[in-house]
């Protein structure tokens, strides 16, 4: 956007340059040349204005198209946050079962372990 405002300015400040020295530099009185400089600078004033609000609209175009896009990136973010949510609760669910399981068997493990040493001490008796 400064490349483009940068342009319009050198093109208003070298139109508004020429201008001047065209008419300086041309055969009329006084006058005639004032009221001709004036009629430039409105000239130029006018195609200023008018890149200048072309540049807005342009600006404000993106500006709109940006702030779309974005809040189609937050959607799909969300989205993907709640299957990524539902991914980690099925694999924690999965992992206290495997938890519990493995719990299980290794109490039976230490139970029978417990079992059979007393056995073994009951045996020596």
């Not at 072309?54 to 969300?78: F, I, N, P």
Request: proline share 1%.
């Amino acid at each position: 956007m400064s490349k483009n405002g940068d342009f319009i300015a050198g093109l208003v400040v070298g139109g508004l340059v020429g201008a001047v020295i065209g008419i300086l530099y041309a055969p009329k009185s006084g006058r005639e040349t004032r009221d001709e400089l004036g009629r430039k600078a409105d000239e130029l004033l006018s195609k200023a204005k008018e890149e200048y609000e072309h540049a807005v609209e342009k600006s404000r175009k993106a500006y709109e198209a940006t702030v779309e896009r974005l809040k189609e990136l937050e959607g799909s973010a969300k989205e993907k946050a709640e299957e990524v949510g539902e991914k980690v609760d099925k694999l924690a669910g999965l992992g206290k079962e495997t938890f519990l399981d493995g719990k299980g068997r290794l109490q039976k493990a230490f139970e029978a372990g417990v079992g059979a040493f007393r056995e073994e001490q009951n045996k020596s008796l």
